[in-house]
């Protein structure tokens, strides 16, 4: 069921309507492969990684499969191990501390010299309009 779900959300329609332009200009064919691609420079990289960002991590999924397993869960005594990094465990109600996200979460950055171990929130950058 899973593995459809994710076919259809990092492929398929939603990924040709949100990364069109990239698809033209690399072929990529699904969004977790355009995060591998050799970017020529850094501007292209992070216009790929904050467009995947802002979707898999602010956008509400276009499925309320997370919602439903919640519902499934929510009054047993439940943890959550995950690769998934989009924190939509959370937004569906999970509680965070019985989630362990094995790779991460989309919505935390880090000192790149990696000098300390503190994250950061990075909402905002994605959330400012364009003036």
Same mark, same amino acid.
């Given at each position: ?43 292209? *990289?992070?216009? #790929?990684?904050?467009? %995947? ?6 956008? @509400?999924?276009?499925? =309320?499969?997370?919602? !439903? ?36 979460? *989309?919505?935390? #950055?880090?000192?790149? %010299? ?6 950061? @929130?990075?909402?905002? =950058?994605?959330?400012? !309009?364009?003036?």
């Amino acid at each position: 069921m899973f593995s459809k779900i994710l076919t259809k959300t990092y492929s398929g329609e939603r990924f040709e309507k949100y990364f069109g332009d990239f698809i033209l200009k690399y072929h990529i064919r699904d969004i977790y492969s355009g995060g591998f691609y050799p970017y020529a420079d850094l501007e292209e *990289y992070w216009a #790929w990684w904050s467009r %995947q960002i802002y979707y898999n991590r602010y956008v @509400d999924a276009p499925k =309320p499969v997370y919602r !439903k397993l919640y519902e499934l869960v929510k009054d047993k005594d439940y943890f959550v191990l995950t690769t998934n990094v989009d924190h939509q465990f959370q937004k569906a109600g999970f509680d965070k501390k019985r989630l362990f996200y094995t790779q991460g979460d *989309y919505g935390l #950055w880090q000192c790149s %010299q990696a000098c300390h171990q503190k994250t950061y @929130d990075n909402e905002a =950058p994605f959330s400012e !309009k364009c003036s």
